[in-house]
C-alpha cells in the first residue's frame, strides 16, 4: 500500500510540475496576472511536489528503522515541502478570486502549518505515536494534491444521469468544480485518516484492558 501511495505521488507530482519546468508564463495552467504570482505559483508547485513525494517514505518501515534518514527526510519534507508550499497557498488562494476556493484552500494551508508543527513538537518531544499520528494527518492535507484532481471529474461525471451535464459539454463545466474538488479533497482525506488512525490505536486499547 505505501510503495502504491509513492508511485502515486510520483506520477502526480511529475503531472503537476511538468508544465512549470519551462517557467514560461503562458505555460501556466492556472491565470495569473503578473510575474510575482507565477513566481508565488511556482514556488507553491514544486515545493507541493517535494512533499507530494517524501510523505510516502516517511511511513516505509524501511526508513522508520533508519532513523537519521528518517530524521533528514522528514526536516526536508516539512521544511522544504510542507511549509514553503503551506505558505504559498494563501496567497495563491486569494488570487484566485472564487470565495470557495479563497476559503476552502486558505482553511488547508493554514491546517498544513498546524498539523505539521505539531508532528514536529511531538517527534522533539519523543511522542512518537501522536507524532505518527500528526505527520498522517499532514500528508492527508499534502495528498489534496491528488484527490483534487480525482474528485472534480468524479463530480462532472454524476452530474450526467440526473442532467446536471451533458456529457458533449462536460469540460466546461469543469472550473466550476475545482474549487468544490479542492475542498472536498482536504475534508475527505483527513476524514480517512482519522479513521484509520483510530482503527489503528483500537488494538492497543484492547491489550492494555
Not at 483527513?190 to 490505536?201: A, G, P, S, T
Request: avoid cysteine; charged fraction near 15%.
Amino acid at each position: 500500500m505505501r510503495k502504491l501511495l509513492l508511485v502515486v505521488a510520483v506520477g502526480f507530482g511529475l503531472v503537476l510540475t511538468l508544465p512549470y519546468l519551462s517557467l514560461d508564463v503562458d505555460d501556466s495552467r492556472l491565470e495569473v496576472r503578473d510575474g510575482l504570482q507565477y513566481a508565488v505559483l511556482v514556488a507553491h508547485i514544486f515545493t507541493a511536489a517535494v512533499a507530494l513525494v517524501l510523505g510516502p517514505l516517511q511511513f516505509m518501515p524501511k526508513v522508520r528503522a533508519r532513523r537519521r534518514l528518517h530524521r533528514v527526510l522528514g526536516r526536508t519534507y516539512l521544511l522544504a515541502g510542507v511549509l514553503p508550499s503551506a505558505v504559498a497557498t494563501i496567497p495563491v488562494a486569494v488570487w484566485s478570486g472564487r470565495p470557495v476556493t479563497q476559503i476552502g484552500l486558505t482553511t488547508a494551508g493554514v491546517l498544513w502549518l498546524i498539523t505539521g508543527g505539531l508532528a514536529y513538537r511531538a517527534a522533539r518531544r519523543r511522542d512518537f505515536t501522536a507524532h505518527r499520528a500528526w505527520m498522517m494527518r499532514n500528508y492527508a492535507l499534502t495528498f489534496l494534491a491528488v484527490t483534487s484532481r480525482i474528485l472534480v471529474p468524479l463530480l462532472l461525471l454524476v452530474q450526467i444521469p440526473f442532467g446536471g451535464a451533458e456529457a458533449g459539454a462536460i469540460g466546461e463545466r469543469a472550473p466550476s468544480m475545482i474549487p468544490i474538488g479542492q475542498t472536498l479533497g482536504w475534508i475527505i482525506n483527513l476524514i480517512v485518516v482519522e479513521i484509520l488512525i483510530r482503527r489503528d490505536r483500537s488494538p492497543r486499547r484492547g491489550r492494555l484492558v
